[in-house]
């Protein structure tokens, strides 16, 4: 038998109809998923596209988690966060409240398996990957249709070994390791590929750690990162008392890769990601002195005890100089976090305790100061994310935060360190009643939904026509976040009202008057076009990138590449995705042009967008043809609506 290594294992296992053998790399492969993770910016949509579907429990170990609306200023957020109590309720899953953490640092600690699956609707559920478990980001849509039991269709990726030797000095962390990856894998061209890491150096990573590392991964925009499933993760299961999850998951020997990324940890510094879009990754000690105007330490990348210990030991006896928050994972690793002392010390330092939450990573809450100059421990720092357009945001590891804190600018935390940053060992806190269990089915049948009145239901979207006729809304570049088509920020408490989050969010940041011009015209009759160039909707999971440029009549996007779960989504919402046969045509085309597109001829995938005074542009279609009749109906729960009709 050929050997194998960690992912082809895990894919293999967790592979729909249990296949003898995996396909080769390109090829579509279903996947089976064991749990299926929400969280309430996404989850409203995602639980109402569910209830549509007419299911009447959930088929998958499903997690619902309270922690990106959690400001809650007005009713909004609140009555979003009672309705996903009572689908929970309803449906069979977990669910955790408001301030009980961050869906991914709650999953890893209280839910994640490895060998099992989770597909979740935040593209970071990457993160359990550092458990030995295959993790995938997917729009809402999408793991809605894997909570009711439908398999979800994935390309075989190629796997790309990163071998780690060595181990981190004190002042480098987890996040440094990955900041240094993706130096060296770059953030695009990555479609495609999974990372599985290996070598001696494993050892000197706890789960933690691992986690930040898989959960960064996605920045690079790889399908999925993994760790093997080793002594480590058996330590840290028996911490969490669950010594029963634990099950082995190694590669084989002999087991090969489609190349190697050689990783040395002892030779790691101290690295920053400079604004926008992780530009660049550099020694901190390069930029040593910049003048700064706030830390952000926290979400759902580092913010685990053993790192926010290591803040509390720079921090301990001294004063922070500017304006310093810091937000733990969960409500167990803060309570860790005051058994050990390290709450006092937060205090005593002069640093603002946020809730376990989100918060200042996704601009809720701890926004910088106009022009201002932030280093956040996030994973993200695409233009305006954090609730200020003019404010730039660098991301470092937790320590080079807390000591640049300390000194007011930034610092290597080498400099402030004398020995190896030992701190305080406790033991974990595992409090499994702080989740809402699900409810045996007689009890769940008996429950009532909660709607309020600001949770509008899903449009009813129409079919794809047989011609297409408008003009270009928009021509972007290239790297077009999901921040950008639809930001978060302020206008988060929308989601659960995508008519209205269209109308008043939808590429805000890149043109105020683009939800006018668009709802005027498919007022009008006509359809809207975008142009972009690579890299179109990279970044976040959250479909409403998809869901509300279709609401004001956006048909079809045309770009030189899109990024995989976006792609998704706009089929998901009857958005045709297309990309050019010849890319420098990008340039013949205007924001404004009258377009036209003969839709008739999908299934060939080769198509010709008639421009006004240009002629013909070639065009591919980016989507599989397995998704054409979901665009053809107008999206998936239009596709799946005639089929229960039929």
């Given at each position: 038998?050929?050997?194998?290594?960690?992912?082809?294992?895990?894919?293999?296992?967790?592979?729909?109809?249990?296949?003898?053998?995996?396909?080769?790399?390109?090829?579509?492969?279903?996947?089976?998923?064991?749990?299926?993770?929400?969280?309430?910016?996404?989850?409203?949509?995602?639980?109402?596209?569910?209830?549509?579907?007419?299911?009447?429990?959930?088929?998958?170990?499903?997690?619902?988690?309270?922690?990106?609306?959690?400001?809650?200023?007005?009713?909004?957020d609140?009555?979003?966060?009672?309705?996903?109590?009572?689908?929970?309720?309803?449906?069979?899953?977990?669910?955790?409240?408001?301030?009980?953490?961050?869906?991914?640092?709650?999953?890893?600690e209280?839910?994640?398996?490895?060998?099992?699956?989770?597909?979740?609707?935040?593209?970071?559920?990457?993160?359990?990957?550092?458990?030995g478990?295959?993790?995938?980001?997917?729009?809402?849509?999408?793991?809605?249709?894997?909570?009711?039991?439908?398999?979800?269709?994935?390309?075989?990726?190629?796997?790309?070994?990163?071998?780690?030797?060595?181990?981190?000095?004190?002042?480098?962390?987890?996040?440094?390791?990955?900041?240094?990856?993706?130096?060296?894998?770059?953030?695009?061209?990555?479609?495609?590929?999974?990372?599985?890491y290996?070598?001696p150096?494993?050892?000197?990573?706890?789960v933690?750690?691992?986690?930040?590392?898989?959960?960064?991964?996605?920045?690079?925009?790889?399908?999925?990162?993994?760790?093997?499933?080793?002594?480590v993760?058996?330590?840290?299961?028996?911490?969490?008392?669950?010594?029963?999850?634990?099950?082995?998951?190694?590669?084989?020997?002999?087991?090969?890769?489609?190349?190697?990324?050689?990783?040395?940890?002892?030779?790691?510094?101290?690295?920053?990601?400079?604004?926008?879009?992780?530009?660049?990754?550099?020694?901190?000690?390069?930029?040593?002195?910049?003048?700064?105007?706030?830390?952000?330490?926290?979400?759902?990348?580092?913010?685990?005890?053993?790192?926010?210990?290591?803040?509390?030991?720079?921090?301990?006896?001294?004063?922070?100089?500017?304006?310093?928050?810091?937000?733990?994972?969960?409500?167990?690793?803060?309570?860790?976090?005051?058994?050990?002392?390290?709450?006092?010390?937060?205090?005593?330092?002069?640093?603002?305790?946020?809730?376990?939450?989100?918060?200042?990573?996704?601009?809720?809450?701890?926004?910088?100061?106009?022009?201002?100059?932030?280093?956040?421990?996030?994973?993200?720092?695409?233009?305006?994310?954090?609730?200020?357009?003019?404010?730039?945001?660098?991301?470092?590891?937790?320590?080079?935060?807390?000591?640049?804190?300390?000194?007011?600018?930034?610092?290597?935390?080498?400099?402030?360190?004398?020995?190896?940053?030992?701190?305080?060992?406790?033991?974990?806190?595992?409090?499994?009643?702080?989740?809402?269990?699900?409810?045996?089915?007689?009890?769940?049948?008996?429950?009532?939904?909660?709607?309020?009145?600001?949770?509008?239901?899903?449009?009813?979207?129409?079919g794809?026509?047989?011609?297409?006729?408008?003009?270009?809304?928009?021509?972007?570049?290239?790297?077009?976040?999901?921040?950008?088509?639809?930001?978060?920020?302020?206008?988060?408490?929308?989601?659960?009202?995508?008519?209205?989050?269209?109308?008043?969010a939808?590429?805000?940041?890149?043109?105020?008057?683009?939800?006018?011009?668009?709802?005027?015209?498919r007022?009008?009759?006509?359809?809207?076009?975008?142009?972009?160039?690579?890299?179109?909707?990279?970044?976040?999971?959250?479909?409403?990138?998809?869901?509300?440029?279709?609401?004001?009549?956006?048909?079809?996007?045309?770009?030189?590449?899109?990024?995989?779960i976006?792609?998704?989504?706009l089929?998901?919402?009857?958005?045709?995705?297309?990309?050019?046969?010849?890319?420098?045509?990008?340039?013949r085309?205007?924001?404004?042009?009258?377009?036209?597109?003969?839709?008739?001829?999908?299934?060939?995938?080769?198509?010709?967008?008639?421009?006004?005074?240009?002629?013909?542009?070639?065009?591919?279609?980016?989507?599989?043809?397995?998704?054409?009749?979901?665009?053809?109906a107008?999206?998936?729960?239009?596709?799946?609506?005639?089929?229960?009709?039929?």
């Open positions: 038998m050929k050997a194998l290594n960690v992912a082809q294992k895990i894919l293999l296992a967790n592979a729909a109809g249990k296949p003898a053998q995996l396909p080769e790399p390109g090829q579509p492969l279903e996947i089976q998923f064991t749990h299926t993770l929400y969280q309430d910016a996404t989850g409203t949509a995602a639980a109402l596209a569910f209830e549509k579907m007419g299911v009447d429990r959930v088929k998958t170990t499903a997690v619902i988690v309270v922690d990106h609306k959690t400001l809650q200023v007005g009713y909004i609140g009555d979003d966060h009672r309705y996903l109590e009572s689908f929970s309720k309803k449906y069979g899953c977990w669910f955790s409240r408001g301030g009980n953490g961050i869906c991914h640092s709650v999953f890893l209280d839910f994640a398996v490895p060998g099992k699956s989770v597909l979740g609707s935040d593209s970071h559920t990457t993160n359990a990957g550092g458990m478990m295959l993790a995938l980001g997917a729009g809402g849509t999408d793991v809605s249709f894997a909570m009711a039991g439908t398999s979800y269709k994935i390309e075989m990726p190629n796997v790309v070994e990163v071998h780690l030797t060595g181990s981190l000095h004190p002042g480098v962390l987890a996040k440094d390791v990955i900041l240094n990856v993706l130096k060296v894998i770059g953030i695009k061209g990555n479609k495609g590929i999974c990372l599985e290996t070598g150096g494993l050892k000197s990573l706890n933690t750690d691992r986690a930040t590392i898989c959960n960064m991964g996605t920045e690079g925009g790889v399908a999925f990162s993994i760790f093997p499933s080793d002594e993760t058996q330590a840290y299961l028996e911490g969490r008392q669950r010594a029963k999850d634990f099950q082995p998951l190694l590669a084989d020997a002999g087991a090969t890769y489609s190349r190697t990324v050689e990783i040395d940890l002892s030779s790691l510094v101290p690295t920053i990601a400079l604004y926008p879009r992780l530009k660049a990754m550099e020694p901190v000690a390069n930029h040593a002195g910049m003048p700064i105007d706030a830390v952000f330490i926290g979400s759902c990348t580092n913010a685990n005890y053993a790192n926010l210990a290591r803040v509390g030991e720079i921090l301990r006896g001294k004063r922070v100089k500017v304006d310093t928050a810091i937000a733990p994972g969960s409500q167990t690793v803060a309570r860790q976090l005051a058994a050990a002392g390290y709450m006092e010390v937060f205090y005593a330092a002069g640093v603002r305790i946020m809730e376990n939450a989100c918060s200042a990573c996704i601009g809720q809450g701890f926004s910088p100061p106009s022009n201002g100059v932030m280093l956040s421990t996030a994973n993200r720092n695409f233009a305006g994310r954090s609730g200020t357009e003019s404010a730039q945001v660098h991301l470092v590891s937790p320590v080079t935060a807390a000591a640049s804190a300390v000194m007011g600018c930034l610092t290597d935390p080498r400099d402030l360190i004398s020995g190896d940053l030992a701190y305080k060992q406790v033991p974990p806190v595992v409090d499994m009643a702080s989740y809402q269990a699900p409810l045996p089915p007689a009890e769940a049948a008996k429950v009532v939904m909660h709607y309020g009145p600001g949770i509008a239901p899903l449009p009813t979207l129409a794809l026509p047989a011609k297409l006729e408008g003009e270009v809304l928009l021509k972007l570049g290239d790297e077009v976040t999901t921040d950008l088509i639809q930001p978060a920020g302020k206008y988060l408490s929308l989601r659960s009202n995508a008519d209205e989050y269209a109308k008043q939808t590429f805000v940041q890149a043109d105020k008057t683009f939800s006018a011009r668009a709802a005027a015209l007022d009008a009759g006509g359809h809207g076009f975008l142009v972009a160039g690579d890299g179109y909707g990279m970044g976040s999971s959250r479909e409403h990138a998809g869901l509300c440029p279709r609401i004001l009549g956006v048909r079809a996007i045309v770009a030189k590449g899109f990024e995989r976006h792609l998704a989504n089929a998901n919402f009857g958005i045709l995705a297309l990309t050019f046969e010849n890319p420098a045509d990008l340039e085309i205007e924001q404004g042009a009258k377009v036209a597109l003969d839709t008739s001829g999908l299934e060939s995938g080769q198509l010709k967008l008639v421009v006004s005074g240009v002629g013909e542009i070639p065009l591919k279609l980016a989507q599989g043809k397995e998704d054409i009749p979901m665009i053809r107008g999206g998936a729960l239009s596709l799946f609506a005639s089929q229960m009709a039929a």
